[in-house]
């Protein structure tokens, strides 16, 4: 079994240490690589990596990803909720009303819409 061969970028891929792979993160990443990185979406690796539990460490998260998703896990629904509030506040999550028309932005300068 072999989920990394699933992924859309798998043939013109050179990333060696690829979170698809059986032995990430533990696989060596070589100075003159093209691409030291996976570049894969998130959503798209976490949906391969859904169709072989148990098979990748991190579920196909990169390690930054995989330790944020368990320090999320770790919070009460409280502190969750809170952390979302000050999301929105700082703009970090789009709070749009779907009846509230948007600013258009025109030579620099937001415009209202009417």
Known sequence: MQPM???????????????????Y????????DMD????MEKNVRVRISSKYPGILKF?????REYSGKLREDRMTPEEKD???????????VPAVNPNTPLPIQTHGQLVEQT
Request: net charge positive; glycine share 6%; aromatic share 8%.
């Open 5 to 23: 061969r699933e992924c859309p970028r798998f043939d013109r891929c050179s990333v060696n240490n690829c979170p698809l792979n059986t032995g």
């Open 25 to 32: 993160p533990d696989l060596y990443v070589y100075p003159e």
């Open 36 to 39: 030291p990185k996976c570049n």
């Open 59 to 63: 579920g196909g998260l990169k390690q």
């Open 82 to 92: 809170k952390r979302i509030s000050v999301l929105k506040i700082n703009h970090f």
